[in-house]
């Protein structure tokens, strides 16, 4: 009876209040959603980079692709102009080097390989010297040289006396030792393999994975795409149902306190014994499978658009025109993968060892940089790094500055994708919780004004109730009976709101990264958090209830108010102004008054309802805005990409120079390759030049035209004519140049080449549905005058290892010369100081300024790749002086100025050769015209 009354009053008071329901009923399923929602979004995102980028425990980095003089050398003279800028260092025990113990103790292995069975030499110390030599002028790598190396080169020139033959000896023991270096460390680099060798007796763990890009076509699909390998980080659990699998995995790729893959989902391997037994499954992120439509279990072919080696361990890869069948097993994501921009999929070791070994090839997988987590440092990155760099300045000495310790810097933490990625994980959480907690403030105040109402309305009723003896506890439950149908909504609106909050959410946070999560990213996480809220909603009315029954006077007095004393300032608040205003204005001013708390809390609650909505509206649009900032900022300039090398020009085995590189407006002056006729006539041309070492010829004179590209296609698409033009083309060269080694040479530019021009009319015809060809030219830097003309390259600076982009326009270009900070008009006005001491005026971006404390009028010192030649360092040392600093919404490091300020400076760097400064010069005067 009591419930049947309760409900009774209840039901006439939603009828006579029905508007305020039907106002109250959707606000409570908005705010369920969002609460539920963002909470869910906030737990699974916290999970999710915990386990990927999160994981990352990384207290230990070394940089070592840097050219190095061995030990033996330390009395000969430097004499290439900088190009080594560490040298091995010896001692009692070590006279010949740290590398020379360790490089015996390699060779002394037994590979597992059979690329070179009863080849292998006895190396005498001699051999041993030479290999460091070469190995250290590789930056490290046990890679081949080429005669033009030892040319460029005056050490190796000193030492490799016997030429062609030294240089043969060499090749053959640097592919000996690549095997050898790659099945105990998966590295082909010397220096890398030495200091894995002492972090692996250090009981450390490593934090990279091996990669490399293939041109990838999924056959099945039908998507052709640029995509890299990568060996998957793995733990004991990967896999479970074959711990082999574990087992048969180095130590460099096991999971570990430094990096995690965390796998998404995975296939029931019970159904996939076969792929399981023959290691041939990969693993794609989340984002990759969802946005090409491929399905975890699918069983796809792929073609790995490689060159056909002729001799083993090279540079050419392997073509499958077959295909390779593969089983996509599940989905991935680490540190490696987690920017969106990298289209990379993972292999297991196993495979990919054995189908390199399969055709006599080693994986491309060398790294020049080291990060590890050291567990007796464990967090303390500067005490890691500071044991890094007591290893390495132990091994090598300073040839710049002899005084100051090498590889010391800790700057790179923050370069860490865990790092980098933080403050998003910062921001969403803060908003999602803060939301969530404003959001369950207003529904308080909502529900607190609500009960007043409903409490009221059924005054008589509650009396009754009290005077049958029936408690506060229980008339507080019969109340928050009555939300039963309000509750039951809000459960199910929440429920399907919720949802799409999340995924809403999470598609902002994670629209960089590979991570997908779809509309159904159902979880025991989200339910909970229904199941919660609702709990809380239902105990937060039944509270409000309880203190305001015990609070209200008529239950008390059984109906009849207690006579509360009202204090003397709001009487005369009430009063003020009212003696001589009409009576109806006075009841008006009371009516006010005696409302005014309900009003201003009506205020507050209404503000902040409107102040959500708007934001759950416009969260999504707010967002989008400021993930965009920095392409917005730069978009005139999204098509240009960094040149991370580009020679101008290279000598010759006489030291003459050749254009590698120009600006070109037209193609007058150069000669047009029409068909395979015009072909045969070039290539002769350019044999001949090459056989009589006169370099007369020079590609940059000639292009090849739209038709002659569709011919080459054509080719490409029809193996035998293709298979029967390379058979060609290796008996002209062979004809010519009487030298195997030159002949696969210029055979692999060919074929790299042909393989380049199909993989660019893929891609045309899949983006811009244009399938007519494209003009093809050498060296040369086609330029429009009436578009923007922008520079960009590859910098560091001497105060950090870090690389920033250079973003170099042209003086005519006004809208850029505008939009980076610059009001100059004259190549003069860039430069500062006397001719022999000047400095190129530049402004930073932002972003560089606050990262490195830069300030206007600051000096610093560029090294810049880009404009470096073989004849000067090989790290161009540029002044700068800090014009300006932009405040441009850049997220990256970036510098700002002309290209013709730029190649003054260089054409008037002291101690430049002069044919160098000619050229500069030469560039200059073109754009200036």
């Avoid at 000996?176 to 010397?190: E, P, V």
């Avoid at 590890?372 to 890691?384: I, L, R, S, T």
């Avoid at 290892?801 to 003069?828: C, I, P």
């Amino acid at each position: 009876m009591k419930t049947k009354l309760i409900f009774k009053q209840a039901y006439q008071y939603m009828r006579n209040k029905r508007f305020l329901y039907l106002t109250f009923v959707p606000f409570l399923i908005l705010v369920s959603a969002l609460i539920v929602g963002l909470l869910s979004f906030a737990y699974n995102f916290q999970s999710t980079y915990d386990n990927t980028l999160g994981h990352e425990r990384v207290n230990f980095k070394l940089y070592l692709e840097r050219p190095f003089k061995p030990a033996w050398t330390i009395d000969q003279p430097d004499e290439d102009d900088g190009y080594y800028l560490i040298q091995e260092k010896s001692s009692l025990e070590q006279p010949n080097g740290y590398f020379y113990e360790f490089l015996s103790q390699i060779w002394a292995e037994e590979s597992k390989f059979t690329f070179f069975v009863n080849q292998e030499p006895k190396l005498s110390q001699r051999d041993y010297q030479l290999l460091i030599l070469g190995i250290g002028y590789q930056k490290g790598e046990a890679k081949e040289l080429t005669l033009r190396d030892l040319l460029n080169n005056q050490l190796l020139k000193n030492n490799f006396t016997n030429q062609e033959n030294d240089l043969a000896s060499y090749n053959l023991n640097a592919k000996i030792l690549a095997t050898k270096l790659y099945q105990h460390y998966q590295s082909r680099n010397l220096v890398v393999c030495y200091f894995l060798d002492i972090l692996k007796k250090e009981d450390a763990w490593l934090a990279f994975s091996f990669q490399e890009y293939w041109n990838a076509q999924f056959i099945n699909p039908g998507l052709n795409v640029k995509a890299g390998w990568q060996h998957m980080i793995v733990g004991p659990d990967s896999i479970p149902e074959d711990p082999t699998f574990y087992q048969g995995t180095p130590w460099t790729l096991r999971a570990n306190p430094a990096r995690a893959t965390g796998i998404q989902q995975q296939v029931n391997w019970a159904k996939y014994s076969k792929f399981l037994k023959q290691r041939n499954f990969l693993y794609f992120s989340p984002k990759f499978l969802h946005d090409n439509n491929l399905k975890i279990g699918q069983i796809i072919s792929i073609n790995f658009n490689l060159t056909i080696p002729d001799q083993p361990v090279n540079d050419n890869y392997l073509n499958s025109p077959n295909g390779q069948e593969f089983l996509i097993a599940g989905s991935v994501v680490n540190a490696n993968n987690f920017d969106n921009n990298k289209n990379i999929f993972f292999v297991p070791y196993q495979w990919i060892t054995q189908y390199y070994q399969d055709h006599d090839l080693l994986p491309r997988n060398v790294r020049g940089r080291i990060y590890a987590h050291v567990q007796k440092f464990g967090n303390d990155y500067q005490a890691g790094q500071q044991y890094a760099a007591s290893l390495f300045n132990k091994l090598f000495a300073n040839l710049e500055e002899s005084t100051k310790a090498l590889e010391t810097e800790t700057d790179w933490v923050h370069w860490l994708p865990n790092y980098i990625f933080y403050p998003t994980v910062v921001l969403f959480l803060s908003l999602s919780y803060v939301v969530s907690l404003l959001l369950i403030v207003l529904l308080v105040l909502v529900f607190y004004f609500i009960i007043r109402q409903i409490i009221a309305a059924q005054q008589q009723t509650l009396v009754f109730l009290k005077a049958l003896g029936v408690g506060n506890n229980q008339l507080s439950l019969l109340i928050t009976l009555t939300m039963t149908i309000p509750l039951s909504l809000a459960l199910i609106g929440g429920f399907f709101g919720g949802l799409l909050v999340q995924e809403m959410t999470a598609r902002l946070a994670l629209m960089t990264t590979v991570i997908y999560w779809p509309y159904w990213h159902l979880n025991a996480t989200f339910i909970i958090n229904l199941l919660v809220l609702i709990t809380v909603l239902f105990l937060i009315f039944y509270i409000i209830d309880l203190w305001l029954i015990g609070k209200q006077s008529f239950i008390k007095q059984g109906g009849y108010q207690d006579v509360v004393k009202i204090p003397k300032w709001w009487n005369k608040a009430k009063g003020l102004g009212q003696k001589n205003l009409n009576p109806k204005v006075t009841i008006s001013w009371s009516f006010i008054l005696s409302n005014l708390w309900q009003n201003v809390i009506t205020f507050i609650i209404l503000s902040v309802t409107f102040t959500i909505t708007l934001y759950a509206v416009q969260f999504k649009t707010s967002m989008d805005s400021l993930g965009n900032a920095y392409e917005r900022w730069n978009q005139p300039y999204q098509s240009v990409n960094n040149n991370s090398e580009l020679y101008l020009f290279s000598p010759t085995e006489k030291n003459q120079l050749l254009r590698t590189y120009e600006n070109r407006f037209d193609n007058n002056g150069l000669m047009a390759i029409n068909d395979l006729e015009d072909w045969q006539e070039a290539l002769n041309r350019y044999l001949e030049s090459v056989q009589n070492d006169d370099f007369t010829f020079n590609w940059q004179d000639v292009y090849l035209t739209k038709n002659f590209s569709l011919i080459i296609l054509e080719l490409i698409n029809n193996p035998s004519r293709f298979n029967k033009a390379i058979n060609q083309l290796r008996t002209i060269l062979e004809t010519i140049l009487h030298d195997e080694e030159k002949v696969n040479y210029y055979l692999g530019i060919v074929l790299n080449g042909a393989e380049e021009i199909k993989t660019k009319m893929d891609h045309l015809k899949q983006q811009l549905n244009y399938s007519e060809g494209f003009n093809i030219y050498f060296g040369q830097n086609l330029l429009q005058r009436d578009n923007r003309n922008v520079y960009t390259t590859t910098i560091s600076l001497n105060s950090s290892s870090e690389t920033f982009n250079l973003v170099a326009f042209e003086n005519q270009d006004d809208l850029s010369r505008q939009h980076f900070g610059f009001n100059y008009t004259k190549t003069s006005d860039y430069l500062v100081g006397p001719a022999n001491n000047m400095f190129l005026k530049v402004n930073i971006s932002n972003f560089l300024a606050t990262q490195n404390n830069y300030h206007q009028g600051q000096k610093i010192n560029l090294n810049i790749q880009g404009f470096k030649t073989r004849l000067e360092n090989t790290k161009t040392t540029i002044p700068l002086i800090i014009n300006k600093i932009i405040a441009d919404n850049n997220a990256t490091g970036e510098i700002y100025t002309a290209q013709e300020g730029l190649l003054a400076l260089l054409a008037n760097k002291p101690g430049l050769d002069n044919s160098i400064k000619n050229q500069y010069e030469t560039l200059l005067s073109g754009l200036e015209k």
